[in-house]
């Protein structure tokens, strides 16, 4: 029998990290084509920051409760779905609502958790590999044998990004603030890690490159790291920004995009459609979810927090000294 409310973090106002206050509220329903999950944990992303402080409001229809990951159990199925039943252990891409003890999902939406996967290392590969998988390998085509630049590699999508980008065959570099972070790079896999605090990652890469520069970058800094970036990048490379945490504006020399052939793209995950998010989750099953499962792939948990703690979780994120992914315990 599921309850008739439940107990959720609400964004009281937008603010610091304080707004973030419990409360209860009305269980959701299982529309049609979704499913009700019994969250066990819920991941911490950037865009839960923004939200909080009001500068990503959740799309049309989604849930004004922050939360974009899951995991936990299978408690009621909406119309039609067919591919789940009762009790399976799923990890989840939300719109919004993942900070709560239940959140209604795309069942597309869902993927199997391992045997041996705990729910909180569960909850927090949903955002960052489907965030990696579009980003990194359909909008920038890395291929086995090519170099990769990721920025933030001691974040949650960069330490995402390092394993999966080696355990596909690809040369990886990884920028990130200091010896302890670089450290922790180079052990997920990473072939140089650059601190940006002491190194110019310009010279870095042309130095281990010959010159030649990276196939694809993934970067989440902007500003002054945009014609950077150009720098970096070889003959029909590919640079594709997920975040502009410097801002987007930045004066650049155009000519080398076009003389070298080069790619500047980029996307945001929470707005896109439905199915949009249901062929990326079909793309992870089929290429990334056996890495997971063969242990290949897996999250770097930093810490966990129960979710009343809600704030005290939003504060290290804020404070940009965590290694690998923050995640909330329900």
Known sequence: ???????????????????????TRPLPAAGPGQVLIKVAAA?????????????????????????????????????????????????????????AEYVAVDARHCLPIPDDLHFP????????LFTVWHNVFERGGLKAGEKFLVHGGASGIGTTAIQLAKALGAKVFATAGGAAKCEACVKLGADRAIDYQTEDF?????????????????????????????????????????????????????????????????????????????RMAQGLRQHVW?????????????????????AEAHRLMESNTHVGKIVLTV
């Open 1 to 23: 029998m599921l309850p008739p409310t439940m107990t959720c973090i609400e964004i009281s106002t937008p603010g610091d990290c304080d707004v973030l206050k419990p409360a």
């Open 43 to 99: 991941g911490i992303n950037r865009p839960d920051v923004l939200q909080r402080q009001g500068a990503y409001p959740a799309p049309p229809g989604a849930s004004d409760l922050p939360g974009l990951e899951v995991s936990g159990t299978i408690a009621a199925l909406g119309q039609g779905v067919t591919q789940w039943a009762l009790g399976d252990s799923v990890c989840a891409l939300c719109a919004g609502g993942g900070y």
């Open 121 to 128: 290392d569960a909850a927090a590969l949903p955002e960052t």
């Open 202 to 278: 310009v010279e870095v890469i042309k130095a281990e490159c010959g010159g030649k520069g990276v196939d694809v970058i993934l970067d989440m800094v902007g500003g002054d790291y945009l014609p950077r970036n150009v720098k970096c990048l070889g003959f029909d490379g590919r640079l594709v920004n997920i975040a502009f945490m410097k801002g987007p504006v930045a004066e650049m020399n155009m000519m080398p995009v076009m003389l070298r052939r080069l790619t500047l793209t980029g996307s945001t995950l929470r707005p896109q459609s439905d199915d949009a998010k249901a």
């Open 290 to 310: 056996p890495l997971v499962a063969a242990g290949s792939v897996r999250p770097l948990i930093h810490a966990e927090f129960p979710l009343a703690q809600a």
